[in-house]
């Protein structure tokens, strides 16, 4: 394709939202353009990545089994009701009413749109496994759009979705689903690493992210120093405490606090450390009130909590419920007395291995000093849980070995769901002996335009772009220096004709433009190879050639340079840089 005719918009300027290298370069690349929060269009290059990326991910969805079908963006918010996740998924679910009074859901992913043709089409398990996915944009109202195109309102994603009769069944899919993943982005040529997740609001048994490490990520990834573990925040488990500590006798000491809320607020106050504190949350699990005491020093972590009270949707009490269950204001909770007044209480083990701690005393403005697990409140009871529902730190540890945190970007979820979806929506077949089960499934996901922005996150330097050439919009730009030489333009024409018809990608920049300003932009787009001609080199026969990635570019004769560049770039894709 011609520069010429192409609207490639680099830029010098940096978006002032942009806090990243890849939202900048994107932007400045000229691959984006946003339109409003959380929404952009892709000019042509950036489309030719996705487009790349998608047929990536197509090639490896048809040799895993999977079969290509387009479910509607527009959905009916009765489906989503039915399955109780358009409370799960709250606000950042976009709906709408229609001219007929009707609800409607924008598609963030397909649960329930695919289940729901599962229910109308599979009849048998003779019908079984299948294995349906789509290539398709995806809405969400997020609470904070943000990184470009990493976190956007409206993305697309491939999302994939495996029905079964059996467990075993499914296992074989789910790994047949995590290979295909790993060939995806190997063969998209960016790094990722494999963690343990937790399967969040899509509900169900298991659960692995693949995650890009790199700084600016989102999620954190926690691992042993021998990588035998890694889970996501969410999901990483710690040990309990070595051993129960000692219990001081001290009796209960009620002590005044007035207008001291806050942990940090209690800690100045009474001269205490966090880690001495029991904190006291207070939640509401199914419309259920449950408490959760956790350390001071410590976050909670809902996944787990979600876990614990299985599958419940969670969310914080409001001031209301707070203030008639403790009978005090916010910030002076406490566990003494609690346990009869909700369903259940969730004792995180480091706050029942505490000695003693500081709570709120369940009344305005007071807090209790000395308070002792299992003597002040009970940590065996029918309605008391004592589990992990904490998040990792530093110094935690798991089966003995020290965990260590870094920062990813995911790209890619796969989940074994169970028949959660099914059940509610009555996806139910008979199986061999005639019984009407409810199907068990999977399903998979992918974010095309992370994928792009990821690449770019791990590949850049002060120049622009560094992409790998399978998604690159571009494998190979020719320059052609000076537009109004006759020669040099009828040689780049040359080059760039030779290299379409061996089927290379190729942009000529045959702008009326500087050299530094050819240069600099291709930098900036980062086409893996660039190819310059220009008097100074014709005149010694030869054109230059530079990888992106090449400190100074390499003198070839032109007669050979068609070649050569063929050989780099069948380099390049072998990933033999
Ligand atoms: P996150 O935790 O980052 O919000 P998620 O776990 O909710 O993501 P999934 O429901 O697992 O996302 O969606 C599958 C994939 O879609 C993700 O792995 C990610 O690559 C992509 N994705 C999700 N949300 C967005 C978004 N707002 N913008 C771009 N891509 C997204
Ligand atoms: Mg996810």
């Not at 001495?276 to 699990?285: N, P």
């Not at 083990?349 to 697990?373: F, I, L």
């Not at 008097?535 to 570019?553: F, H, Q, S, Y």
Request: glycine share 10%; with cysteine.
């Amino acid at each position: 394709m011609r520069y010429s005719k192409l609207l490639i918009p680099t830029t010098r300027e940096v978006p002032s939202d942009a806090e990243i290298p890849s939202h900048r370069l994107l932007v400045r690349a000229g691959y984006i353009r946003k339109v409003a929060s959380g929404t952009y269009t892709y000019l042509v290059l950036g489309l030719r990545s996705l487009r790349k990326i998608m047929q990536i991910v197509r090639e490896e969805m048809d040799a895993a089994g999977a079969q290509e079908i387009l479910m509607p963006v527009v959905q009916p918010l009765e489906l989503w009701d039915r399955t109780g996740r358009s409370a799960d998924y709250g606000e950042t679910l976009a709906t709408f009413t229609d001219r007929h009074g009707r609800g409607n859901a924008l598609s963030p992913t397909a649960e329930e749109v695919c289940t729901f043709l599962a229910s109308q089409e599979l009849k048998s398990y003779k019908q079984l496994p299948v294995n349906f996915y789509q290539i398709g944009t995806k809405v969400r109202d997020e609470f904070r759009p943000r990184f470009g195109v990493l976190r956007s309102r409206e993305f697309i994603m491939k999302d994939a979705y495996s029905f079964h009769t059996t467990p075993e069944c499914l296992d074989v899919t789910y790994r047949a689903m995590y290979d295909a993943y790993c060939r995806v982005f190997e063969r998209c040529g960016i790094p990722y690493v494999i963690v343990e997740a937790e399967s969040g609001e899509m509900g169900g048994s298991g659960s692995h992210q693949f995650t890009v490490p790199c700084e600016n990520g989102e999620d954190v990834i926690v691992h042993t120093a021998d990588g035998e573990y890694a889970a996501n925040l969410e999901k990483a488990e710690v040990d309990p405490p070595l051993e129960p500590f000692d219990r001081g006798a001290a009796e209960v000491e009620e002590v005044h606090t007035p207008e001291v809320g806050s942990i940090e607020a209690v800690c100045g106050f009474l001269g205490t450390q966090p880690v001495e504190m029991i904190k006291t949350l207070v939640y509401k699990a199914d419309e259920k009130i449950v408490i959760c005491l956790i350390r001071g020093d410590h976050e909670l972590n809902v996944e787990k909590l979600t876990q614990a009270a299985g599958g419940a949707h969670i969310e914080p009490a409001d001031e209301a419920t707070v203030r008639e269950v403790t009978g005090a204001g916010i910030g002076f909770a406490g566990p003494i007395g609690m346990v009869d007044k909700v369903a259940t209480m969730y004792v995180d083990p480091w706050v029942e291995g505490m000695c003693c701690g500081v709570s709120g005393a369940n009344k305005t403005d007071y807090h209790v000093k000395n308070v002792v697990p299992g003597r002040d409140f009970p940590t065996e009871a029918d309605n008391v849980t004592v589990i992990d529902i904490r998040n990792a730190v530093e110094g935690d540890t798991r089966g003995g070995k020290e965990l260590l945190f870094h920062r990813g970007i995911e790209v890619g979820q796969v989940f074994k769901l169970g028949a959660k979806y099914s059940k509610k929506l009555d996806a139910y077949v008979d199986d061999e002996s005639g019984a009407s089960v409810p199907c068990i499934m999977g399903c998979y996901g992918i974010g095309i335009n992370r994928i792009l922005a990821s690449a770019i996150e791990v590949g850049n330097d002060k120049d622009g772009c560094i992409l790998p050439i399978a998604i690159a919009p571009f494998e190979v730009e020719v320059v052609a220096l000076n537009t109004d030489s006759e020669s040099v333009f009828s040689k780049a024409e040359q080059i760039y004709n030779d290299l379409q018809a061996a089927g290379v990608d190729v942009l000529i920049d045959d702008r009326q433009a500087r050299p530094g300003v050819k240069f600099k932009d291709a930098d900036l787009i980062g086409v893996p190879l660039r190819v310059v001609v220009g008097e100074r080199g014709l005149a010694e026969g030869n054109v230059e050639i530079k990888r992106r990635t090449d400190d100074k570019p390499a003198g070839v004769p032109l007669d050979q340079a068609v070649e050569r560049i063929l050989e780099i770039v069948r380099e390049l894709k072998a990933g033999d840089k």
